[in-house]
């Protein structure tokens, strides 16, 4: 069993920077891959990023590559999403996932968090 929890979330404005985190408790979690989604109000879950349990690949959603990093201090059990030029379409509730080998599936996640809101204002 992995237990998740995220934090960092806010009230920003756009163009402003945010580092989400989420902190793992469980067995063999260094083994796992990551992933952040996030919801937005009467929007389905969708992929944001992700990264393989050694950090040598990661994936993200075209509207946020080159904004938004993926990161894990395995040490620590420490993932974080550093999001930068935060725009008003990134507001929603991002969430941490974790399973064995990365995916950008939802359904494919067994581990969640309960997720922190981020609202970016124009």
């Known amino acids: 069993q992995v237990q998740l929890v995220e934090s960092g979330g806010g009230l920003v404005q756009t163009g402003d920077s945010l580092k989400l985190s989420c902190a793992a408790s469980?067995?063999?979690?260094?083994?796992?891959?990551v992933a952040w989604f996030r919801q937005a109000p009467g929007k389905e879950r969708e992929f944001v990023a992700a990264m393989s349990w050694k950090g040598d690949y990661k994936d993200y959603r075209a509207s946020v590559e080159g904004r938004f990093t993926i990161s894990r201090d395995t040490a620590k059990n420490l993932v974080f999403l550093q999001m930068n030029n935060l725009k008003p379409e990134d507001t929603a509730v991002y969430y941490c996932?974790?399973?064995?080998?990365?995916?950008?599936?939802?359904?494919?996640?067994?581990?969640w968090g309960q997720g922190t809101q981020v609202t970016v204002s124009s």
């Open positions: 469980g067995r063999a979690f260094s083994a796992y891959a």
């Open positions: 996932a974790a399973r064995f080998g990365i995916s950008r599936e939802a359904t494919e996640y067994a581990y």
